[in-house]
């Protein structure tokens, strides 16, 4: 061995977190809107002439609340698991103001875009971008709450030799 002293583990640090827990979200939060619209058979978005505006506008801004929740959460020492609510609530708000935001962006009227918006928010949708964003979050919130090592195989033990 080269003597040289081994990084001895610790949390994970808190960008590398919001990193990796906002790129789990996502993924979480699309398949899982996809998978709730083929298992009801319903379009996230069931109003015509909308187009595709609020939904994006709708994930960018929940995208961005759970980056935004999550910063706050994994930035206290010590993290706490608790942050993960606050999280999805943020997820969830943002997604109804954003989809809300972004039908009156189209030119919808008010009468359009809020049933649209109450829609999502009392339908599996809201629940799934809920339950997505209180996944990814606990799971950002663990990670800088972990104290693991790096793998090591078995022959890399010092005792071997």
């Known amino acids: ?64 609340a759970f980056a935004g929740a999550l910063w706050v959460a994994v930035r206290r020492r010590p993290a706490s698991y608790a942050g993960a609510v606050w999280t999805a609530l943020a997820c969830f708000a943002g997604y109804v103001g954003g989809v809300w935001i972004g039908a009156l962006a189209t030119g919808a009227e008010l009468a359009v875009a809020s049933p649209v918006a109450g829609r999502i928010a009392t339908s599996w949708f809201g629940l799934v971008v809920a339950a997505a964003g209180f996944v990814a979050g606990w799971a950002g919130i663990a990670l800088v709450r972990t104290r693991a090592q790096r793998p090591r195989w078995p022959w890399e033990d010092e005792f071997d030799e």
């Open 1 to 64: 061995m080269s003597g040289e002293p081994q990084a001895t583990g610790g949390p994970v640090r808190p960008v590398t977190a919001l990193v990796f827990a906002t790129a789990g979200y996502v993924a979480l939060f699309i398949f899982g809107l996809g998978m709730t619209s083929l298992a009801t058979a319903e379009d996230v978005i069931a109003t015509p002439g909308l187009g595709q505006v609020p939904g994006i506008v709708g994930s960018v801004l929940s995208t961005a």
